[in-house]
């Protein structure tokens, strides 16, 4: 539960132990603070600057992996060079532009629009819950919801979806005040194993920075690489990750150096 602070003794440690580095970087809550609805795309420049500074690293290869939808990653990181990854990896980008949809859409979307109106009614009215559809996924945001009223809202959402995800290649993600309906492979942990055979460069050194239980599920894929993993979260609690980092400031103070350090060694 004591998570230890990541400092740059232990970035030392990871230049020493290898020639490449697979960065891989979730984006809300662990790049940038989190936007007031999850439609809301804030650019911010002195975090596209840094993104820009480590796709410029020979040493470094980077993937962005987010659970918005991938056209509001290719507006907020307007960077070539990066792997974009879109609801948790289901649409992905390359470095060269290229899109990638790890599933067909049109045996994806019927599925959700029968959802959508359940959910839709569901949620009917009341304060604090936002609906969210990313084409590939649908989500019911309820952090602005009184706590028993998101309870039960929420609870009665996933019963009306689980028939669905019995039978189909759909799984329900949770969360605080949160549920999601997505294909099973938008999973973090899949992308990771899909990004890392795509790129499977020798004497690579794996990295994974993330915010919560979807990148748990990343840390554990990282685990098995033998890489390194990075919560972030003010307080300690119970994770599969090595380090922890307490807030997207720190993230960025971090990466930043990491570039020091490989530019010191790499010259």
């Given at each position: 539960m004591n998570n230890i602070i990541a400092?740059?003794?232990?970035?030392?440690?990871?230049?020493?132990?290898?020639?490449?580095?697979?960065?891989?970087?979730?984006?809300?809550?662990?790049?940038?603070?989190?936007?007031?609805?999850?439609?809301?795309?804030?650019?911010?420049?002195?975090?596209?600057?840094?993104i820009t500074q480590i796709t410029q690293q020979p040493a470094l290869k980077s993937a962005i992996i987010s659970g918005r939808r991938l056209e509001h990653i290719q507006t907020l990181i307007p960077v070539k060079g990066i792997w974009l990854a879109g609801t948790y990896g289901i649409e992905l980008q390359s470095p060269k532009g290229e899109l990638i949809h790890r599933l067909?859409?049109?045996?994806?979307?019927?599925?959700?629009?029968?959802?959508?109106?359940?959910?839709?009614?569901i949620i009917g009215q009341q304060e604090g819950?936002?609906?969210?559809?990313?084409?590939?996924?649908?989500?019911?945001?309820?952090?602005?919801?009184?706590?028993?009223e998101a309870q039960t809202i929420l609870s009665n959402a996933r019963t009306s979806a689980e028939n669905v995800t019995e039978q189909s290649p759909f799984r329900l993600l949770g969360?605080?005040?949160?549920?999601?309906?997505?294909?099973?492979?938008?999973?973090?942990?899949?992308?990771?194993?899909?990004?890392?055979?795509?790129?499977?460069?020798?004497?690579?050194?794996?990295?994974?920075?993330?915010?919560?239980?979807?990148?748990?599920?990343?840390?554990?894929?990282?685990?098995?690489h033998a890489g390194t993993s990075i919560l972030?979260?003010?307080?300690?609690?119970?994770?599969?990750a090595d380090f922890r980092l307490r807030n997207p400031q720190s993230?960025?103070?971090?990466?930043?150096?990491?570039?020091?350090h490989l530019n010191e060694t790499r010259i």
């Open positions: 400092t740059p003794l232990e970035l030392q440690e990871f230049i020493r132990n290898a020639a490449i580095f697979w960065l891989f970087l979730d984006y809300d809550g662990t790049l940038a603070e989190f936007a007031p609805t999850p439609d809301d795309v804030y650019p911010d420049q002195e975090l596209i600057d840094l067909p859409y049109e045996q994806i979307r019927p599925i959700l629009e029968t959802i959508k109106p359940i959910w839709e009614k819950f936002y609906l969210e559809d990313k084409g590939w996924s649908l989500a019911i945001h309820a952090k602005d919801a009184q706590k028993l969360g605080d005040r949160f549920l999601e309906i997505a294909p099973k492979k938008a999973n973090k942990a899949n992308t990771v194993e899909y990004l890392l055979a795509e790129n499977n460069d020798y004497d690579i050194y794996s990295i994974y920075i993330g915010d919560d239980d979807k990148d748990e599920e990343a840390f554990q894929a990282i685990k098995e972030v979260s003010m307080e300690a609690r119970k994770t599969l993230v960025r103070q971090w990466l930043g150096e990491l570039l020091i």
